[in-house]
């Protein structure tokens, strides 16, 4: 299916602004300009215009012009993260859909480490590994928690793919708090955490063997389990409070 005019025009105004080093409060040349340098219709560059101050990207003041709200390495940021950190917040079950991206994404990411990861990337995934048990060992949650999440991370630069690299950035953030709700449910007991420290021993040392295969097997077999987990403490969870209700009748 061939794109839209002005949906090419929304991509050829972003890369411009991208490649034109704006900063925020820079406003955008007239229109006139803006049509010869992207070669579309005032029309199309209007409504291209339109989509990204809907998005918050731009802002329109009548009488002014159009000025830049929003720098375009915050755009993916402001279009992804936000909202499903929004969704997490409203209700939590959306997490489970956060996991299951992550299945998703980070079986790609361990498949190609396990095929481009130099000297360095495993010295860095080894790193991150042994920090998450210093942390765990001193109780300290919250770095236990990025330090999980940077592991995960430290595999997807050893990727050597940009464009998962940058997804796997853009979702740093989500990624770090879905992991600590993770933590908080499924570490509460040191079984649990043995087991999850067991698993990210074989995802690196499928990585480190150049297994592609058993890299990406064990990535989502290890996200599988925390999805299992988190779910059984749940439901747990939600039986301790039925129960408490029914004695307070």
């Known amino acids: 299916m061939q794109m839209k005019v002005s949906d090419q025009a929304v991509q050829q105004l972003r890369m411009l602004i991208e490649q034109s080093n704006m900063q925020v409060g820079d406003r955008l040349p007239a229109e006139r300009k803006l049509c010869e340098q992207l070669g579309v219709s005032r029309s199309s560059l209007r409504e291209a215009i339109q989509h990204l101050v809907s998005t918050g990207m731009l802002l329109s003041k009548a009488g002014s012009g159009t ?21 997490i917040d409203q209700d939590p079950a959306y997490r489970f859909d956060v996991q299951e991206a992550r299945s998703v994404l980070e079986g790609g990411t361990a498949w190609y480490a396990a095929q481009r990861a130099t000297a360095a990337d495993l010295e860095n995934i080894r790193r991150c ?32 793919n940009l464009v998962l690299i940058q997804m796997m950035r853009s979702l740093f953030d989500l990624l770090k708090y879905n992991v600590v709700l993770g933590r908080r449910k499924v570490y509460s007991e040191s079984h649990r ?9 074989q995802v690196m040392d499928a990585i480190e063997r150049r297994d592609p295969d058993a890299a990406r097997s064990a990535v989502c077999g290890h996200i599988e389990f925390v999805v299992q987990q988190v779910r059984l403490i749940d439901e747990e969870e939600a039986r301790r409070q039925r129960a408490s209700r029914l004695n307070r009748i």
């Open 67 to 87: 000025f830049l709200q929003l720098l375009p390495s915050a755009w993916t940021n402001h279009q992804i993260v936000e909202p499903l950190s929004n969704l």
């Open 129 to 160: 590994y042994d920090r998450i048990a210093h942390y765990q060992s001193i109780g300290d949650d919250d770095q236990s928690a990025k330090a999980d999440a940077e592991f995960h991370l430290a595999i997807a630069e050893a990727s050597h």
């Open 193 to 201: 955490f043995d087991q999850l420290h067991d698993q990210h021993f």
